[in-house]
């Protein structure tokens, strides 16, 4: 697609929008069918409790991948496999190509503006000054088309690896004119892109920028000193005298602007055959695999309370009047190890744009201009030069790509983990529920009785779908930060008449807002999950950090009542035949005159919480610090 570059900026940030979001549903797709793989069956759990062991449930876990079914686990591996290439290459699937000018360059003097200039030239010459005629470009500079500028913002224009928008300057001399002098000196015919011919007309080689002309003055050592790096001495100078003479403005024709919006077949192929293979693995899960996993708490209630948990000692079991534990924070159903797991990814990230960001500061001469760019604008003053990554072919598309996909891993692992995070908390506020409130267990098969069927493995909407669109934003913020961008130099607009097809090529182009903006939802990423973590929960439940054992240890099935796990349940205090008292999961009534409101009991101090039979408090229990000893006690 060939167009304005305005235009074909609009549907590039558009392609990747709608790339972003396929990608996300992807990353939503395959984090469901993940955690789906990752549930263990009953009869794991049971293998798993006999050993001392104890698996996650109703949460994404790696810990369970040691004990789940071989097949089960090769389709994890392949599915999170699956994944890796299109992270690294579905954004640049779709990139910008910039048409850059050759340009020429002469040198003027006064008497060339007037209408009777030409007459010192002959006119079989007139057709030798490069792009134009000469009776073309006089035209153009009597009626005012060619645009003015002062001297320094000529060397600010043509200080860029290469030219979109010009293709002639002329350079106005501070000199008076000579009667029997040329008004007009051709200087110059240069490709807007190394390699480049120095000043005496030598190659230079192609790492060398093609700048030297404008620092003529200050550097006569052409090949082995950047002009770039001579710039701020240039501008410090009252007098700009490229070609040694003194310049007092110029003149400068602007050429039409284009880009084209181009798709990489490599990439192209990459990413069909990855999703190809995401969606045989997909399909395959559905219609083939046999298993049925414990997937949400419901799941795992129903399963325990049908058939009690065979490793389960009646020790463990709380009579009388002790009470579990305190109302606390939600941030003490969440794992040390995943609390910490999920800030550290999420700084880690954000410290990875962050440092993309100092390099590109660090690289932009013009910041304030290029804060005003917007978002994934190709411009020669944001492309990254001399990097080391392959510029040419296939080889430089799919280099550049991996460079400017680099974070978009990072984010992905960002939104598993803080899905994971999350998905913690709501399970911990779930399972805080059931000592409030009378319901119907969630399960994730054919609900029963009062049961309740899921649409949704552990994650609500109400949270998974803001967390889906933040990090589809994300993505495409990252995608817009630093992205493939193609420079391609049309032949036509070689004065010189060089072969360009050299001359084309690739590399990343920034943009500074975008990470900015990238860096700023990266710290509120993780401000959010702190927030969320200090909400209380509601109740005295004892925290269960979605362990299988734990979860087993509170459901007790009362023999004098079938189906009870098709009921109304409700966890709290229970008075047996034999006249003792448990907490277990009820379908009955809570009796609160038993032992109190265990949904609201006044909180304690440290030294007054009840420790449970073999157990440290319940308070500051985590799952990895439970031992297969103080199980067995």
């Known amino acids: 697609?060939?167009?304005?570059?305005?235009?074909?900026?609009?549907?590039?940030?558009?392609?990747?929008?709608?790339?972003?979001?396929?990608?996300?549903?992807?990353?939503?797709?395959?984090?469901?069918?993940?955690?789906?793989?990752?549930?263990?069956?009953?009869?794991?759990?049971?293998?798993?409790?006999?050993?001392?062991?104890?698996?996650?449930?109703?949460?994404?876990?790696?810990?369970?991948?040691?004990?789940?079914?071989?097949?089960?686990?090769?389709?994890?591996?392949?599915?999170?496999?699956?994944?890796?290439?299109?992270?690294?290459?579905?954004?640049?699937?779709?990139?910008?190509?910039?048409?850059?000018?050759?340009?020429?360059?002469?040198?003027?003097?006064?008497?060339?503006?007037?209408?009777?200039a030409l007459d010192k030239i002959p006119s079989e010459e007139w057709d030798s000054f490069g792009k134009f005629d000469?009776?073309?470009?006089?035209?153009?500079?009597?009626?005012?088309?060619?645009?003015?500028?002062?001297?320094?913002?000529?060397?600010?224009?043509?200080?860029?690896?290469?030219?979109?928008?010009?293709?002639?300057?002329?350079?106005?001399?501070?000199?008076?004119?000579?009667?029997?002098?040329?008004?007009?000196?051709?200087?110059?015919?240069?490709?807007?892109?190394?390699?480049?011919?120095?000043?005496?007309?030598?190659?230079?080689?192609?790492?060398?920028?093609?700048?030297?002309?404008?620092?003529?003055?200050?550097n006569t050592d052409q090949c082995n000193t950047f002009c770039k790096t001579l710039l701020p001495e240039l501008k410090a100078n009252s007098t700009w005298a490229p070609f040694g003479e003194s310049v007092d403005h110029c003149l400068v024709n602007r050429a039409e602007q284009q880009c084209t919006l181009q798709f990489s077949m490599p990439i192209m192929i990459i990413v069909i055959v990855m999703n190809a293979c995401k969606m045989m693995i997909v399909g395959f899960v559905a219609l083939n695999l046999k298993t049925t996993p414990v997937i949400t708490l419901g799941d795992a209630i129903e399963s325990f309370l049908t058939r009690p948990d065979i490793a389960e000692r009646p020790s463990i079991s709380r009579i009388d009047n002790e009470i579990p534990r305190l109302k606390t924070s939600r941030y003490t159903a969440v794992s040390v190890r995943r609390w910490t797991t999920c800030i550290l990814v999420c700084l880690g990230a954000t410290i990875f744009v962050g440092a993309w960001f100092i390099y590109a500061y660090s690289e932009t001469r013009d910041v304030e201009n290029a804060f005003k760019l917007g978002f994934g604008v190709t411009d020669p003053r944001t492309l990254i030069m001399g990097w080391g990554v392959p510029s040419y072919g296939t080889a430089g598309v799919i280099w550049n790509a991996l460079m400017a996909n680099l974070a978009q891993p990072f984010l992905s692992t960002v939104y598993f983990t803080y899905n994971s995070f999350m998905t913690a908390i709501v399970s911990a506020t779930e399972w805080d529920g059931y000592a409030r409130f009378r319901k119907g267990l969630r399960v994730s098969g054919i609900p029963r009785g009062a049961q309740r069927v899921t649409h949704f493995l552990q994650?609500?909407?109400?949270?998974?779908?803001?967390?889906?669109?933040?990090?589809?934003?994300?993505?495409?913020?990252?995608?817009?930060?630093?992205?493939?961008?193609?420079?391609?130099?049309?032949?036509?607009?070689?004065?010189?008449?060089?072969?360009?097809?050299?001359?084309?090529?690739?590399?990343?182009?920034?943009?500074?807002?975008?990470?900015?903006?990238?860096?700023?939802?990266?710290?509120?990423?993780?401000?959010?999950?702190?927030?969320?973590?200090?909400?209380?929960?509601?109740?005295?439940?004892?925290?269960?950090?979605?362990?299988?054992?734990?979860?087993?240890?509170?459901?007790?099935?009362?023999?004098?009542?079938?189906?009870?796990?098709?009921?109304?349940?409700?966890?709290?205090?229970?008075?047996?035949?034999?006249?003792?008292?448990?907490?277990?999961?009820?379908?009955?009534?809570?009796?609160?005159?038993?032992?109190?409101?265990?949904?609201?009991?006044?909180?304690?101090?440290?030294?007054?919480?009840?420790?449970?039979?073999?157990?440290?408090?319940?308070?500051?229990?985590?799952?990895?610090?439970?031992?297969?000893?103080?199980?067995?006690?």
Request: a neutral charge; aromatic letters at 10%.
């Open 1 to 116: 697609m060939n167009g304005e570059c305005n235009s074909i900026k609009k549907y590039n940030t558009g392609y990747h929008l709608a790339i972003n979001i396929l990608s996300t549903l992807l990353l939503g797709s395959s984090n469901y069918i993940m955690q789906c793989l990752s549930a263990p069956t009953r009869a794991e759990i049971d293998k798993a409790h006999m050993k001392g062991i104890w698996l996650d449930i109703g949460i994404p876990s790696l810990k369970n991948l040691k004990l789940i079914g071989q097949k089960r686990l090769i389709l994890w591996i392949f599915l999170g496999v699956s994944s890796w290439p299109l992270h690294l290459f579905y954004n640049s699937a779709v990139f910008a190509t910039l048409h850059a000018h050759s340009y020429d360059i002469y040198t003027v003097r006064g008497d060339f503006l007037r209408v009777d």
């Open 134 to 218: 000469m009776d073309e470009l006089h035209r153009r500079a009597m009626n005012g088309s060619l645009a003015r500028m002062s001297s320094a913002e000529c060397i600010e224009e043509f200080a860029q690896p290469f030219q979109t928008r010009n293709d002639v300057v002329l350079l106005v001399l501070n000199a008076p004119p000579i009667e029997s002098a040329r008004p007009i000196t051709i200087k110059h015919q240069l490709l807007s892109m190394p390699p480049t011919e120095n000043l005496s007309g030598e190659r230079c080689p192609a790492a060398v920028d093609n700048l030297s002309w404008l620092c003529d003055n200050i």
């Open 459 to 633: 994650l609500p909407y109400r949270y998974s779908i803001p967390l889906m669109v933040f990090s589809t934003l994300l993505h495409w913020l990252i995608s817009q930060s630093i992205f493939v961008v193609s420079v391609v130099t049309d032949p036509k607009n070689n004065s010189a008449g060089t072969d360009t097809e050299n001359y084309d090529f690739i590399t990343c182009g920034y943009s500074l807002t975008p990470m900015a903006v990238t860096f700023g939802l990266g710290f509120l990423f993780i401000v959010s999950a702190v927030i969320v973590g200090m909400s209380r929960l509601r109740s005295n439940i004892p925290i269960c950090f979605n362990n299988s054992k734990l979860i087993a240890n509170e459901c007790h099935p009362d023999p004098f009542r079938e189906n009870e796990a098709y009921r109304r349940l409700q966890w709290g205090p229970r008075r047996n035949e034999d006249g003792s008292i448990q907490y277990a999961f009820s379908s009955v009534p809570i009796d609160h005159s038993i032992s109190g409101d265990v949904g609201h009991l006044e909180s304690r101090s440290l030294k007054q919480r009840i420790r449970l039979p073999g157990f440290r408090s319940y308070a500051s229990l985590r799952s990895e610090d439970i031992t297969l000893q103080e199980l067995e006690r």
